[in-house]
């Protein structure tokens, strides 16, 4: 099958849509230096398969003048310098149009790379008193009771869908709708690492000391992120993410453990 572009309006910007044999690619620009590839409009275990392979793809055979990637849930976004793609041999006049035509090619040979094997990574959590300030309130919210909290939390097998936000955090799926809670009506302008809180339907972990509005309802004292290590994020998208309920003197114990072994 020929690919076709046809350009179309995507809000106030050129979008173009590339059919292929495969599920088509949407790709629209976001600035004159990247574009962001629309692969649905859901949240699923499914799309963000395809959506890390693809990444994974361009990683692989990137194109000249590429710069990064940055995956989300449904969508992709390719970082590339302009004026090395405008002198590169790409097919196109533009830059939308080269790195669109090339996008499209690549996704021919979607199917062809391999899904590395998800990691299952257990987290150690002490839930509510100081480490978890807001576990009372989500638990009110939905009428349950702090240790029904804690239950349906730690009970729950999650996934990675991504890392953003700050480096290290990841965004989890699967949380029951049981224990949602909406962000915080106003922000803390600190939140100590480890930190592990609640926002509408996801839950996480605050891998660095930074402000943020989610409901906390626990801390590990696990390094989520640390740059001195080989591979600085423990968590990558894909993994798996399972927490383990501990108390307040485990806690104290391998958080003074970590904090030996990272020099603290």
């Known amino acids: 099958m020929v690919n076709q572009i046809i350009p179309t309006k995507f809000g106030s910007q050129l979008s173009i ?22 692969f649905g409009d859901r949240i699923s275990e499914e799309l963000m398969h395809r959506i890390n392979n693809f990444d ?20 992709l976004s390719v970082f590339f310098d302009p004026l090395q ?5 790409l097919p196109g006049k533009t830059c939308l149009q080269k790195v669109s035509n090339y996008l499209g090619q690549l996704n021919e040979t979607e199917t ?7 990691q299952l990574i257990t ?3 002490c839930y509510g008193g100081t480490p978890g ?31 953003g936000f700050v480096p290290g955090f990841a965004y989890l799926g699967g949380m029951p709708e049981t224990i949602a809670a909406p ?8 939140i100590p690492a480890g930190s592990v809180g609640i926002a509408g339907m996801q839950t996480g972990v605050y891998p660095l000391q930074t402000p943020g509005g989610w409901q906390l309802i626990g801390q590990t004292p696990v390094k989520l992120f640390d740059p001195t290590r080989a591979v600085p994020a423990l968590l990558k998208a894909s ?19 970590t904090d030996a072994d990272t020099g603290n």
């Not at 059919?19 to 600035?31: D, G, K, N, Q």
């Not at 994974?56 to 969508?75: N, Q, S, V």
């Not at 062809?112 to 998800?118: A, D």
């Open 183 to 190: 962000r915080k009506a106003t922000p803390r302008a600190v």
């Open 133 to 163: 300030p807001d576990l009372a309130d989500v638990a009110a919210l939905n009428k349950l009771t702090t240790e029904e909290v804690i239950n349906i939390h730690s009970s729950v097998t999650y996934l990675v869908h991504m890392i």
């Open 239 to 257: 993994d798996r993410v399972q927490f383990k309920r501990i108390g307040m003197d485990e806690f104290c114990h391998l958080q003074k453990a």
């Open 112 to 118: 062809t790379t391999i899904q590395s094997e998800p």
């Open 123 to 125: 987290i150690p959590v």
């Open 17 to 38: 849509h590339l059919p292929l044999m495969r599920t088509a690619l949407s790709i629209y620009p976001i600035s004159e230096k990247a574009v962001t590839i629309a």
């Open 85 to 89: 793609v405008l002198k590169s041999n």
């Open 56 to 75: 994974k793809l361009i990683r692989e055979h990137p194109f000249e003048g590429l710069r990064t990637t940055i995956p989300a849930y449904d969508t």
